[in-house]
């Protein structure tokens, strides 16, 4: 059975879960814990970006990661004519409102929730959010950034689950408790789901993957992050589909002369991979 870490910002969202699985609090350090029982581990990072690095990161240093899924749960605003409150969605891309980079979780298990898009942002949305697609929220692009340093990407799970419209920022436990309780049944489908997958066993990339890797990296001019993530799409889409991914060689003779053209080019083969 795979080990579950459940990723929430606030100590609201996590409570239902503490107590659904009688999760035990432990201490990491003086000033870190989390709640852990069996092959269940909920750590709160608290809100905005500097807390998550610094907590998720000092916390992923320490835990073993093998046959781990992370799950990153938590309250997100969301659209009134795409999206409905008290609703739980899967999120199938992450985008940075600060530096505008984006993320594409792996969706490899079917889970029946609808998925939909989301932007991280710096603070509380309540106009309305007109220039954003999806939801919003203010963890999921820096949990993602920090997390995929130890965890192959299709290990990595968003749900979100819209607390408003954008229009008022709803964050204080009587306001959340409710949302997140109503969603346990939910919740808990999922945390089977994913304890019983296989795709933490992902297999390592042969040698004739790891050649076509590199010439693909050095034909694309890849960052290193990029680099990462498509060592990891890539050994889902194997692991998942049993399938090689030879169809990417007509990447080699692209000639890349500018970041766009690289990030297009980038975007379009995470999508297939994902597909």
């Not at 709160?44 to 992370?70: H, M, P, W, Y």
């Not at 790891?210 to 889409?237: A, C, F, S, V, W």
Request: with cysteine; proline share 3%.
């Amino acid at each position: 059975m795979n080990h579950l870490l459940i990723i929430t910002a606030l100590q609201s969202e996590a409570e239902p879960i503490i107590k659904q699985y009688q999760l035990e609090k432990k201490h990491h350090s003086e000033k870190l814990f989390y709640f852990q029982r069996e092959r269940i581990t909920c750590l709160t990072t608290g809100v905005g970006e500097k807390n998550v690095r610094k907590r998720l990161g000092a916390f992923l240093q320490v835990l073993d990661c093998s046959n781990t899924i992370l799950i990153n749960i938590g309250i997100a605003g969301g659209k009134k004519d795409s999206s409905e409150i008290g609703t739980m969605y899967l999120i199938n891309k992450i985008t940075s409102d600060k530096s505008g980079k984006a993320w594409l979780p792996d969706i490899l298990l079917k889970t029946g929730i609808p998925e939909v898009q989301l932007t991280t942002v710096s603070k509380g949305v309540t106009d309305g959010g007109e220039k954003y697609k999806g939801l919003v929220d203010m963890e999921a692009a820096v949990i993602f950034e920090t997390a995929v340093e130890f965890f192959p990407v299709h290990c990595l799970v968003f749900l979100k689950i819209v607390s408003d419209y954008m229009d008022e920022v709803l964050d204080s436990p009587e306001q959340v408790l409710p949302i997140m309780s109503n969603n346990l049944s939910k919740l808990d489908s999922i945390i089977t789901l994913m304890q019983n997958s296989e795709i933490v066993r992902a297999p390592l990339l042969n040698e004739q993957h790891e050649h076509l890797l590199t010439d693909l990296n050095n034909t694309l001019k890849l960052t290193e992050t990029q680099t990462h993530q498509l060592k990891n799409k890539i050994e889902g889409y194997i692991a998942i589909k049993d399938d090689d991914f030879s169809f990417l060689s007509n990447y080699l003779h692209i000639e890349i002369n500018s970041k766009q053209e690289r990030s297009k080019i980038f975007y379009e083969i995470c999508t297939k991979l994902s597909s």
